[in-house]
């Protein structure tokens, strides 16, 4: 029988985590084999045993440490027995049928490099712009979105009409795909400890030959949150780790007369835009986003100090782990 394996990375959502696996725990399929896998970062608060034993037909394994959603889902991979591994956020919740039309439609067209689906309604979740120096900001990205209004229609399940359509790139909550094409790109890349790594992950796919697509009549439902926002300080990190990524991105996959003048531009509007919001932080710092912007601003200069000190982009989290 077809087996489908199911990769769930967590750090501390155990509350949603559980909701999505007594989910996927009262599912019963005809024509194909359910394989769940919950790799744990090192949360260690208690509740990873607890976990184990609620849960017994799942694998739940611990990590040795929080050493990003890349490594978590590489760490899965080793373990899973089924050839399409669908990669999970824990705050998802997929119905039995989108499991099983996600399965059968990965397995019959060959095309496939990535498969995903809805997961908002929200048209701005599916206006997936592949970096480069010209989409790094904000303010950029929605001057591309108004030049090329006609692109962004075409990748729109709300806008196009169609069955399925095919983004720049596809968001690392759902990710379908062979283990064929997950070794031939060679899995997630651990440089990043935290955002981009899906954004690569689909170029590497997209660039070997890869199709990206995205169904439009099959949804899970994504509950944004997680343990992304747990605190002010772990907010500030989670934030800080997303301009991190962008570094990192470059630095792998732009073209070396690209690199150099997108790091610097990254920088400069970083520290600028950073340093006005992290002032206003420190006298707002009685509210709670006030002082997320102060932490960040922290961060982003920690951080660069770092990457001049040790000659790399890499997050120092992503390179404890790299150093081991």
């Known amino acids: 029988m077809n ?136 303010l950029q990205r929605s001057l591309y979105k108004l030049i090329f209004p006609q692109k962004f229609k075409e990748t729109n399940c709300q806008t196009c009409q169609c069955e399925a359509v095919s983004p720049d790139w596809i968001s690392g909550s759902v990710v379908m795909i062979s283990r064929a094409w997950y070794n031939r790109v060679g899995g997630w890349n651990t440089d990043y400890w935290m955002y981009s790594e899906d954004v690569e992950f689909s170029k590497k796919v997209k660039d070997s030959g890869g199709l990206l697509l995205l169904l439009c009549n099959v949804n899970i439902v994504h509950e944004h949150g997680g343990a992304s926002r747990i605190n002010v300080e772990t907010s500030a990190l989670t934030k800080t780790e997303v301009i991190i990524s962008q570094h990192v991105y470059i630095q792998n996959n732009f073209s070396q007369i690209q690199k150099i003048p997108s790091q610097m531009l990254l920088i400069i509007n970083t520290l600028v835009f950073k340093s006005v919001l992290g002032i206003i932080g420190v006298f707002l710092f009685f509210l709670p986003k006030a002082r997320v912007q102060f932490f960040i601003l922290k961060n982003c200069v920690k951080y660069y100090f770092s990457a001049i000190i040790h000659r790399t982009w890499i997050s120092p989290k992503s390179e404890k782990f790299n150093q081991k």
């Not at 394996?5 to 509350?15: A, E, L, P, Q, R």
């Not at 739940?60 to 050493?67: A, L, S, V």
């Not at 399965?103 to 995903?116: H, K, T, V």
């Open 3 to 138: 087996i489908l394996t199911i990769i769930i990375v967590n750090y501390k959502s155990w509350g949603i985590l559980k909701r999505n696996l007594d989910l996927l725990a009262s599912y019963t399929f005809e024509k194909l084999s359910l394989e769940v896998i919950v790799v744990d970062n090192f949360s260690n608060d208690g509740n990873f045993v607890p976990f184990q034993s609620d849960f017994p037909q799942f694998n739940i394994i611990e990590n040795t440490g929080n050493w990003g959603f890349a490594h978590g889902c590489n760490l899965g991979a080793k373990h899973a027995n089924g050839e399409i591994l669908l990669f999970l956020n824990p705050d998802t919740l997929a119905p039995k049928e989108s499991l099983e039309k996600m399965f059968f439609a990965y397995m019959e067209n060959p095309q496939i490099g990535i498969l995903s689906c809805k997961q908002s309604e929200k048209p701005s979740s599916y206006q997936k712009i592949s970096p480069s120096i010209f989409t790094l900001f904000g």
